[in-house]
């Protein structure tokens, strides 16, 4: 799945969306597990409906003018990458499992 979303992110990055998508502003973000080969984003970039499918198919889509002419814009990677840093959290948040306190070690 990870390199599934690097996939993504790859896809659509271009030197001037890299510029571009810090200014996106994902007001909604939902992420649904469809399937465990499945994810699907559906997030409100700028007020631009965005959608990602990432697993089994992937791509996404955008409803701005910029992806319809081009086919790829700055909503849909800031999105790619709000999903690459959140699945990173998740992994970081299982492997930092509380540790039992020694108490003999004093
Ligand atoms: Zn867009």
Redesign the pocket.
């Known amino acids: 799945m990870k390199e599934k979303i690097e996939t993504i992110v790859k896809k659509y990055e271009t030197d001037h969306i890299v510029k571009k998508y810090k200014d996106v502003d994902i007001s909604l973000y939902l992420e649904r597990k469809e399937s465990p080969l499945q994810i699907v984003v559906v997030a409100d970039?700028n007020e631009?409906r965005?959608i990602l499918y990432v697993g089994k198919v992937t791509f996404g889509t955008?409803a701005?003018t910029?992806?319809y002419i081009y086919g790829r814009?700055?909503?849909?990677y800031a999105v790619a990458v709000k999903l690459q840093n959140s699945q990173i959290n998740k992994r970081t948040e299982a492997n930092h499992s509380p540790r039992p306190t020694h108490k003999d070690s004093m």
């Open positions: 970039a631009y965005t955008c701005c910029g992806f814009c700055k909503h849909i």
